[in-house]
């Protein structure tokens, strides 16, 4: 959907790059490279992310 | 809870997993049923003929000869005709492919072992010891082998049988050789199988050991001691085990096989299956052999296993819930590694049958319930599990869809109606058509919109349950102490446990009493009452709703689940989100019982059935008859608004000059497809929670865009979850392209 297009921060007028995420899910914490705003760090996450490996981190998280 | 664990460690002790079937344990040979049975149902007759056949020695005499006592013990003799055994046994031998025995290569061992006796049981001991490489060597008083067996067998038959058997083993036999003293003999061990009226030298059995007779080394068994031509046979190739443990040990205190099972089986659960009788004059075909096999219960105690959703789901016997829960509740390392059951401990619906069809009343509801409140107050239990329902309870007892209240002029009441927090979610008619019959047969019917604390009690919060549980006391006291009228009978279950102070009576059971005609079908459509699974000791209940369907003209067709072994909907224990395959399948299993429309009354259970295309009436559906209900099911987001119309409603009919409320108007006007709407149902998302995170996307300007489509995209942690939206600005509305959410959260600097 929102693959390999342009996203542009409202804010900033700046145009979103990969930079390092962290992330919290009970007690653990860890990073991986997110969409971001380069000036105020605003970030985005498409839905096959979140339903894919997000999902799939949570749910092992939940069963650790 | 420590204290409870521990009790429970205890009780699992009585557990009957291991018992052997009835069959198994009434066998002379113990043939194990669960091994033979699972081969012949898929019509492995080679495989189960090798079981046989290393069960009994000599399969062509025991199939001819064998008394059959696993036909007095059969269950299935009590609900149709015990399984035919014997004829099964036979199949095995005319399907096998191979009826050779195997061949061992198996190194010589030096002790001998003398047999005194060629008859069936001295045979069979021997056969045992020279598969096992024994020095075996046989002493028969006659000129033949086989002893009894001339007499009661074809020679051609047990001559062929035993000649196969013996095909790779070797023995030394003396024919015409009469022992007079066992002195004469110098072997390691010696068995004594002389048969019915034989010689004993002497003997006694000792009572401390099987097979021991009172002189070291020497064993004794078959006809001789007073068994049948099968059971000796038996003795003969079970007494190696004694034999053994003497050689290795110089003991004879080997345990005598148990011939008792202490497993119990429900025969109101078994379905009927006609017996088969062989299509072809002695010998079953291969069909009729498939079909009697599938007939056998194969019979162990697992009533836990067969009829619990959540055991049966997961393969797992108490026993082994049991280990895994405690070290899920107590993980032997720091960071929690090997909590393995965590997502089990929140798959139990907490609808007791576990208990209820156990023969040891093993409760293994109440210790995942236990270890829920365990897990939950250490903050090991995942929140995601049980959050949205949680906020649901919250707000359930809200100022916006909460309340209690006397009826004007009244300071006290005889009857509360509490209709729970689901019913008025689902559609407000059915409470208010409800409380309208019920304060014009009682005016001084007060009522309570609130949560009875099921959420709390199922995701294991004990502080927030005694809160609610203390509230509900509170309000009972302020309306002078009535009978509460239930129509949830989870609430009633739930005011039974922790408020047993406040008498109660269902809905149904009062409307009943005070006499409801329900609107006549002539049409007499056939129909299954579903009871809920919170109504399995409410026999009462049960009764009058099934009064009431009658009356209205259904005919009634019971289901395999009802009455005392109701099953849950999949609601209880609010288990989807933690396990949704697991609610998948139970309202798959429960829907699939029969083709008929349901008639249930709770209203969980007759959403949920709804939802999966069931066609289902509440019980509410038939006394007030068809009404203009909105045929689609309500969104979770409805559920809520539908719960604030009901507070208005109900002020507004019973309380008119109070009825001033605020109707709170959404911030920002969102528009949605159906479609759409029907996703954000399926993953719990509520349209409020969208509209704030928008607000809050155009309040604060944090959001971004893909300039080619012009969406905006934005997120807002609320709560616990992160919520995304894409949308777009369109005439001073906002129309919701998507939304979605995940429970990690965001470490925004």
């Known amino acids: 959907m929102a693959d390999n297009k342009v996203i542009i921060c409202c804010k900033c007028k700046k145009e979103l790059i990969p930079k390092k995420v962290y992330f919290k899910y009970l007690g653990h914490s860890f990073f991986t490279d997110i969409l971001k705003c380069p000036d105020c760090g605003e970030v985005f996450i498409p839905e096959e992310l979140v339903k894919g490996r997000m999902a799939e981190v949570e749910m092992q998280l939940e069963d650790k | 809870m420590v204290l409870e664990m521990e009790k429970f460690k205890e009780k699992i002790k009585t557990c009957l997993q291991n018992e052997p079937a009835f069959c198994t344990a009434a066998c002379p040979f113990h043939l194990d049923i669960h091994d033979f049975m699972p081969k012949m149902q898929r019509g492995g007759f080679n495989a189960a003929y090798r079981t046989y056949l290393n069960t009994v020695g000599f399969p062509g005499i025991v199939s001819e000869l064998c008394h059959e006592p696993c036909k007095n013990v059969c269950p299935r003799r009590l609900k149709d005709e015990a399984i035919a055994m014997k004829h099964l046994e036979k199949a095995a031998i005319k399907y096998a492919r191979d009826l050779n025995p195997n061949s061992y290569n198996l190194a010589p061992k030096n002790k001998k072992i003398a047999i005194i006796g060629a008859g069936i049981s001295g045979l069979g001991c021997a056969l045992r010891l020279a598969s096992k490489k024994y020095n075996v060597t046989v002493f028969e008083r006659t000129d033949r082998i086989g002893g009894h067996l001339w007499d009661v067998l ?26 007079t003293s066992l002195d004469e003999l110098d072997f390691d061990a010696i068995y004594v199988a002389t048969g019915k009226g034989g010689t004993d030298f002497g003997l006694k059995p000792d009572p401390e050991g099987a097979f021991a007779s009172d002189k070291p080394g020497v064993f004794m068994g078959g006809e001789l001691c007073g068994r049948n031509i099968i059971e000796a046979l038996a003795d003969g190739l079970q007494a190696i085990n004694a034999i053994e443990r003497y050689i290795k040990t110089g003991n004879m205190n080997q345990p005598k096989a148990k011939d008792k099972t202490e497993i119990l089986i429900n025969t109101d659960l078994i379905s009927y299956m006609k017996p088969v009788l062989p299509d072809e004059g002695e010998v079953f075909t291969q069909e009729n052999a498939l079909y009697e096999a599938k007939r056998c219960l194969r019979c162990s105690c697992d009533a836990c296993v067969r009829h619990c959703d959540l055991m049966s789901y997961y393969g797992k016997y108490p026993k082994r819930i049991g280990e895994e829960v405690e070290i899920t509740v107590n993980p032997g390392t720091l960071d929690g590694n090997g909590t393995v059951a965590t997502r089990l401990i929140s798959t139990c619906n907490q609808c007791g049958l576990c208990k209820g069809i156990c023969p040891q009343e093993i409760d293994t509801g109440d210790f995942l319930l236990q270890s829920h409140r365990a897990m939950r107050g250490k903050g090991a239990m995942p929140w995601a599990f049980h959050d949205f329902w949680l906020q649901d309870m919250e707000f359930t007892n809200s100022e916006a869809a909460g309340m209690c209240k006397l009826p004007k002029g009244f300071d006290k009441s005889r009857y509360v109606f509490f209709p729970g927090c689901q019913l008025g979610a689902s559609d407000p008619w059915y409470v208010i058509e409800s409380y309208r019959f019920l304060r ?100 009462e209940l ?19 689940y009802e009455g005392k072994y109701a099953k849950c909907c999949s ?61 689609m099911l309500p969104t979770i987001t409805q559920r809520r608004s539908n719960r604030i119309n009901l ?58 865009q893909i300039p080619e489509s012009g969406h905006f995209f934005g997120h807002l942690q609320i709560g616990k979850m992160t919520y995304w939206v894409e949308y777009l600005p369109e005439d001073g509305k906002f129309n919701l392209i998507n939304a979605y959410c995940h429970r990690m959260s965001i470490e925004e600097a």
């Open chain 2, 542 to 560: 049960q009764h009058v709703i099934r009064e009431i369907a009658e009356k209205a003209g259904f005919s009634l067709e019971p289901l395999p």
């Open chain 2, 647 to 704: 507070k208005h409603k109900l002020l507004s009919e019973f309380w008119r000059d109070e009825a001033i409320m605020e109707q709170k108007e959404s911030r920002i006007k969102l528009l949605i497809t159906p479609e759409l709407r029907q996703k954000l149902h399926k993953e719990m998302i509520l349209e409020t929670d969208i509209e704030t995170v928008i607000e809050h996307c155009e309040s604060t300007g944090r959001k971004v």
């Open chain 2, 571 to 631: 609601w209880g224990g609010q288990v989807s989100i933690a396990n949704p395959s697991f609610a998948r399948e139970v309202v798959k299993a429960r829907i699939s019982q029969n083709s008929n429309p349901y008639i249930t009354y709770c209203i969980n259970c007759r959403d949920i059935f709804d939802a999966a295309k069931k066609p289902v009436y509440h019980i509410l559906d038939i006394i007030f008859g068809s009404h203009d209900k909105d045929q």
């Open chain 2, 154 to 179: 074809p020679p051609e038959v047990f001559l062929a049988d035993i000649e196969r058997q013996f095909m790779h083993e070797k023995y030394t036999l003396n024919l015409n050789t009469e022992i």
């Open chain 2, 440 to 539: 014009e047969k009682n005016p001084d019917t007060a009522l309570i919109l609130g949560c009875c604390g099921a959420p709390a009690e199922w995701a294991g919060d004990e502080q927030l349950h005694e809160a609610a549980v203390a509230k509900l006391r509170e309000d009972w006291i302020s309306l002078g102490k009535p009978i509460a009228v239930f129509a949830c009978p989870t609430c009633r279950q739930m005011f039974r446990k922790y408020l047993p102070e406040i008498e109660g009576i269902f809905l149904y059971n009062l409307m009943s009493e005070l006499g409801i005609k329900p609107s006549p079908r002539v049409n007499g459509d056939t129909v299954s009452v579903f009871d809920p699974c919170t109504t399995r000791e409410e026999p």
